[in-house]
């Protein structure tokens, strides 16, 4: 999942050059700027206390006041591990060499691999990751500091890496994801960019009954809204209002997604107790992982990885009676307001890729057997008892089963699977609960894979990367870069209006086309932006049905309602399983 966050409006600073900028906690140096383009770097300022020690699994603390000029040269990424089963070469990623070239064309870091005597690819960590890792990011135009009457908005980008791997600017240098040189270039100087970090696998996503607790599940996001306070708070240094509200207005969400992790005193439980198992506290409680041994802990976060099925994540973001009540629901505008929403959206913009599960399905799975296996990896017990994966037969027939005119291989209703229950129907949740509010948009360009898209959103025609010690321009393909500036301007009006359409690239090759707020009466979204080969067209969305989405809607209350963790006036009625029990029984309990 990607989210950009586009803040409330903000001016530039005060001061007379961009020397330094003075914080609360510390004093920082711009790192870079470039003349030519005239935009200036503050890198790696901390918004929040190194979580070692009791801050493990514990919400992010204010820094300590530093009072030396920091230049921006530190800035460590979080520790993360490697992404198993990730398809980008087929078969031919099973390999040693074939899981390095996999990993690297993934965008993942190929900082250290190895090969045991086993022929296992080893996934080592670098040495730019550590605990020490809440840094963020500030890319301010020449005209935030000249021209302080200006209140230019700021996109506040959260990286996406399946909550297990990334960093706020992933792969630097080869693939500078996430610079927001392009997009302050395609603006024209009107906007001001920050992406920051948050604590990932089980340093950021451990859950389970334990770690409620005694612990915080869910810390990443605590770490993310953490990032988006210090943003709001040093708005006025930054030439902004201050008394402006809310956090944020206009987010722009690419591809959200996650996995079901719900049963709290079930499959969450035991992630928690194998990877204390592995970090050395078996049967321990949370102090034990916060007194542990950091390369300890690393190596166990890097197993627990690894030793989930292909497919499948060991950690994210999970149900936790708090931050996570209800993981997934149709009824989002009437449980939101238990508090777990922002009701002050102005607008948004929703997008998926065409093609968002092929990178995730290896081909693996070739019989039914294996796909009920497979089902049955992500679902607790008790609502495989109850009949859960009979029930999603039914929505996806088996191939060997006499009754399938669906898919023509075990891969494709896989896949099917995959995106439906993981990627696209999100999209429709989300268009459902802010209907009337959002803009939405498939991705297509070939290969529309899942991250493809953010070769255009962080498009830089003017920056150089450096791969394998020979500098090499961004634009690569002939003609994109055109097709990336209208794909960029759609971002980037958003940012500054609220709506695409404002200061789209109207003039240009591909043009902007006008792109309405979507449909939604029917079965199928309408006036979807479809960003393809050709350019930008408006189209009816057949993947993000009601029908399809619906289902899974019932799915998820069925196993919610069977585990007994619905909140109690949140309970969503299912018809697709029978439940017998309290369905609240175990929310707070």
Same mark, same amino acid.
């Given at each position: ?310 497919? *499948? ?226 189209? *009816? ?18 196993? *919610? ?29």
């Amino acid at each position: 999942m990607f989210l950009l966050l586009a803040l409330s409006a903000l001016a530039g600073f005060s001061a007379a050059a961009p020397t330094s900028l003075v914080l609360k906690f510390d004093k920082r140096s711009e790192i870079s700027s470039d003349l030519d383009t005239a935009i200036y770097k503050f890198a790696n300022i901390r918004f929040a206390a190194e979580p070692v020690g009791d801050l493990r699994w514990a919400k992010p603390a204010s820094p300590e006041y530093n009072a030396t000029l920091q230049d921006g040269s530190y800035g460590p990424s979080c520790m993360q591990a490697s992404l198993k089963g990730l398809d980008l070469l087929g078969p031919g990623n099973q390999s040693p060499i074939g899981g390095a070239a996999n990993q690297f064309l993934a965008g993942i870091p190929l900082l250290d691999v190895r090969v045991d005597s086993t022929l296992d690819t080893k996934f080592l960590q670098s040495t730019d990751e550590l605990q020490d890792c809440l840094f963020l990011d500030v890319y301010l135009p020449a005209k935030a500091v000249e021209i302080p009457s200006l209140k230019l908005p700021v996109i506040h980008w959260i990286f996406g890496g399946a909550y297990i791997f990334g960093s706020k600017d992933s792969s630097d240098p080869l693939t500078p994801f996430y610079y927001g040189t392009g997009l302050i270039q395609q603006s024209g100087g009107e906007v001001i960019f920050i992406a920051s970090n948050y604590r990932l696998g089980a340093y950021g996503f451990l859950a389970g009954a334990t770690m409620e607790e005694q612990g915080l599940p869910n810390a990443g996001f605590y770490d993310q809204r953490a990032a988006l306070q210090w943003t709001q708070d040093y708005v006025s240094l930054l030439g902004g209002d201050p008394a402006q509200d809310p956090l944020f207005l206009k987010p722009v969400l690419q591809s959200p997604a996650f996995e079901f992790m719900w049963d709290r005193k079930g499959l969450l439980e035991s992630v928690y107790q194998n990877f204390s198992a592995l970090a050395g506290c078996p049967g321990q409680g949370v102090a034990c992982l916060r007194a542990a041994n950091a390369e300890t802990l690393n190596s166990a976060n890097i197993a627990l990885n690894l030793a989930a099925p292909d497919g *499948t994540f060991a950690v994210g973001p999970s149900a936790d009676g708090n931050v996570v009540v209800f993981p997934l629901t149709s009824r989002l505008p009437t449980n939101m307001p238990r508090g777990n929403h922002w009701e002050n959206i102005a607008s948004l913009i929703l997008s998926h890729v065409s093609d968002e599960a092929e990178l995730f399905v290896d081909g693996h799975i070739q019989t039914d057997a294996e796909f009920d296996s497979f089902v049955d990896t992500v679902f607790p017990i008790y609502a495989q008892t109850g009949g859960l994966t009979a029930a999603i037969e039914a929505q996806y027939p088996p191939i060997q089963s006499g009754t399938n005119h669906t898919y023509s291989t075990e891969t494709d209703r896989v896949k099917a699977r995959v995106s439906d229950s993981s990627f696209v129907c999100n999209v429709r949740y989300l268009s459902d609960a802010y209907s009337g509010k959002n803009y939405n948009l498939q991705y297509s360009v070939t290969p529309g894979w899942h991250a493809t898209d953010l070769i255009p959103t962080f498009y830089d025609a003017n920056l150089e990367l450096s791969a394998f010690g020979v500098s090499v321009a961004f634009p690569l393909i002939p003609g994109f870069g055109s097709f990336a500036d209208a794909y960029q301007s759609y971002l980037t009006s958003h940012a500054r209006s609220g709506n695409p359409n404002t200061y789209s690239a109207t003039i240009n090759l591909p043009p902007a086309i006008h792109w309405p707020i979507a449909g939604n009466i029917a079965n199928e979204l309408t006036d979807v932006l479809n960003a393809g080969d050709l350019g930008f067209s408006l189209i *009816t969305d057949d993947q993000d049905t009601k029908s399809i989405c619906g289902i899974w809607v019932q799915i998820a209350s069925a196993v *919610t309602n069977l585990g007994g963790y619905a909140p109690p006036e949140g309970v969503v009625e299912t018809t697709i399983l029978p439940v017998t029990n309290d369905p609240s029984a175990n929310y707070l309990n």
